[in-house]
């Protein structure tokens, strides 16, 4: 299973790892959202625009933390699904967590409770952001 | 060298493969519709990114649409392009700084 993502321009002029993808709203359909690709997160963390778009009630409460302290955040129950390179789809049921604050963090965070199905490479020399596991494999050789 | 393999706890999320092809379809048309979206939106980030600090985005018919609430660039953006599913949403920080995304519960 092959996953292509870009590095895209983000507000401060910084180009990060992104994955497109969808995640599942209140009624059953998908709202398509960029996620940032973050080996550094134990969790997947939906933008507080994102949250705002699925239409949600939510429930459970969580604070995140970072290297900046603490951020109040909400638990959904809900899917996010990807875009395979031979055009199939797959999808991660979860709980996930939703920023309450939209300064907290501009992007939705892929995190290692979806990353940790594959093996990741970002590679911004090359341009490369992919996820890969199952028959796809990945080599490191010199040059 | 020796090399070290640390045994991990398998993630906490369930991995299933789409099969019908009618979510397929319908998820193929989006697809497209947001890929149009995206590049738009990349190829006018930098000027984006400098004139709507503090906003609320949605991008949708490869159009921009912002506003003060999430809600109403979504709602503008719907009003203006009712078929197209492959819009999103961006919000712009009020202030450029260096981000730390990790996070933990």
Known sequence: ?????DWALCDD???RPVVRGEVEAADGSWRAAPFLVDLGADCTVLAHDVLRSLGFSTTGQQNLGGIGGTTDA???DTRVRLLRDDGSRVTFRGKYAALMSPEAGDLSVLGRDILGHFAVIADQPGGVVCLIRGRHRYTIEPC | MERFVVSLPPPSTILEEVTDPVELAAAGAQREQFDRNWRWFQDHAAAIFRD??????????????AADMTDEAVERARQAHPDDAGWFVWYVPLKKMPRIYANRW
């Open chain 1, 1 to 5: 299973m092959r996953i292509d993502g």
């Open chain 1, 13 to 15: 002029g910084v180009i």
């Open chain 1, 74 to 76: 909400r638990v959904l």
């Open chain 2, 52 to 65: 709507y600090r503090g906003k609320h985005l949605c991008i949708a018919g490869e159009e921009l649409f």
